[in-house]
């Protein structure tokens, strides 16, 4: 998977998550048990470098999901059970996990120009 990545995109940007808090949420602790989040991100950052990629670590505090990443409106009060919602400003309905990595990629191309 990380090699597929590696080699398929020029730009990898990923969120520096906090996966031992992560661990301490008891919905999430079960499901990240099955896959090493920690271990796919530092396969991915070692091949990004071997092969001459860019790899941007995104702040966890920035407002990925919570950013339209079509006019730039924050909505703040969206919480983690709302996984769709629509830009009051602009109508642009979102998924939240969607809108949050078009806006992670936006950052780490904005980081690296």
Known sequence: LSKNLVKKFDIISMENLNIKGMFQNKKW??????ISL?????MIKYKAQWYGKNFIQINRYSPSSQQCNNCGYQKKNLKLEHREWTCPECGTKHHRDINAAKNILTEGIRIIS
């Not at 920690?38 to 530092?42: A, E, S, V």
């Open 29 to 34: 602790s079960s499901k990240l048990q099955k």
């Open 38 to 42: 920690y271990k796919l991100l530092q």
